[in-house]
């Protein structure tokens, strides 16, 4: 599933390519002809993303809600020549770049107390200026579940999925398994910062790259896609940092990954 970043900057690319011009837009799958059609010749304000939902504020429309669930793309095309790859759930069109929505988990048009309802739903995001550490460490700091799960969590933090979340476990040497509401306040605020330093890094780069650039000698855009975690998906492989095992660990029903040396 993609995570915070990749909302972020879909958000970002959407702004910089729909706008200021009309939209066209298009449902060639059909179910969302409908909304399609109300959306279609009006201006975008705004694309606005919070953790993993993004949210396109049309002028004299109600608002897209779209979320990419596990297997949603949301992909820019030329627009001259796109393809018709895949059930396309809705087709945005600007000036000089178009859009295609296929396999969304939600893409519907809401009004103003359905994103209340939404967003009530959410914690803070480390990438949005209203996004406050103090409400992270509040919500973590309650939290008796492993610090692996309550980082997942989406109403104690936005927008992290499983390759942060086991990544920022390595990255503060905490045990994946240790309860959150166990670890002080210090710690908390560290995985704060971790998270808003990462995910706009991840932003920039458009893909999560987690490893210190001056461990592999190079700069961070420049890091191969074998080098650049420490734990995700990488059990039986050697430690980065220390040559131990990855291990492989269940936590919460989901894969989470730990190397016991630099994780005590
Ligand atoms: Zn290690």
Redesign the pocket.
Known sequence: MPEGHTIHRLAKDLNKTLRPAKVTASSPQGPFAEGAAMLDGKKLREAEAWGKHLFLDFAGAPLLHIHLGLIGKLRPKPIETPDDEGAIRLRLAGKDQLWDLTGPMVCALIDDDDAAKVTSKLGPDPLRRDGKADEFVTRLLKKKVPISAALLDQKVIAGIGNVYRSEFC?LAGIDPNTPANSLDEDTARLLWDMATSQLKQGVKLNRIVTRDPKEVGTSAGRIGNDDRL?VYKREGQE??????E?RLLEIAKRKAWR?????P
């Open positions: 390595y420490y430690c980065h940092r220390c040559g131990d990855i190397c016991p040396t630099c994780q």
